[in-house]
């Protein structure tokens, strides 16, 4: 499984990014993906993951602004976030975690074993 990211940068608060994962090397259908971040001297922890029907799971701290969606193809994941707050500077991670097809995806960072490089979102007061 192969997971690239793009779209981080620098914006003010208030402002919006958009992510994506270009992910290739396994079958959609039976992994769940994720977006994650990990800010400096804190633990990585899970933003927003979606399963192959679509069913989504969102971290309170972003519910409603952020929207995590996957392209027709399935070969893309990506990631709208809107209201950035400095609170959301991190590096942020796509990830793949295998499951049974259709299952419920969860928010820990220990249901995935395939990560990105990361990309880098900064957002200033």
């Known amino acids: 499984v192969r997971l690239v990211e793009s779209g981080g940068g620098s914006v003010q608060s208030g402002g919006s990014l958009r992510l994506s994962c270009a992910a290739s090397?396994?079958?959609?259908?039976?992994?769940?993906m994720g977006w994650f971040r990990q800010a400096p001297g804190k633990e990585r922890e899970g933003v927003a993951v979606?399963?192959?029907?679509?069913?989504?799971s969102y971290a309170d701290s972003v519910k409603g602004r952020f929207t995590i969606s996957q392209d027709n193809a399935k070969n893309k994941l990506n990631l709208q976030m809107n209201s950035l707050e400095p609170e959301d500077k991190a590096m942020y991670y796509c990830?793949?975690?295998?499951?049974?097809?259709?299952?419920?995806?969860?928010?820990?960072?220990?249901?995935?074993?395939?990560w990105g490089q990361g990309t880098q979102v900064t957002v200033s007061s």
């Open positions: 979606t399963n192959v029907n679509g069913r989504t």
């Open positions: 090397g396994y079958t959609y259908s039976t992994y769940c």
């Open positions: 990830a793949a975690g295998r499951q049974a097809y259709g299952a419920i995806c969860y928010l820990a960072v220990s249901g995935y074993g395939h």
